[in-house]
């Protein structure tokens, strides 16, 4: 059973290469055969297969078939869905707080206080 942080680092592995940044550009203006991403990508037809794979399960990007072709567009909930995540996972607390529940899994587990640095 997959655990949260394997569902957060999908989400972040999508955008970790420069291909599939060069895919989600090329569907921000909407739906294409897995055809037309060829046509504009310097990579084959297998490899194009591993990155539409690591996009799909991120759930940045839905797949379709229609006959013998997929077609891909990105997700409107999943693009939320990482927009809110890096949101959530970079949100810092004011340095002069006590700052408790750091543990994102375990609000709570640990407690750290911080000093006003002059």
Known sequence: MENVYQQHAKVFKAFCDDNRLKILEILRDGEKCACKLL??????????????????????????EEGKWTYYKISEKGSKYAIELLRTLTNVVNSRQEVEGTDIQNPGCCKVQTQDVK
């Open 39 to 64: 046509e504009h990508l310097n990579i084959n037809q297998s490899s194009l297969s591993y990155h539409m794979k690591i996009l799909v399960e991120s759930g940045i990007v839905e797949s379709r």
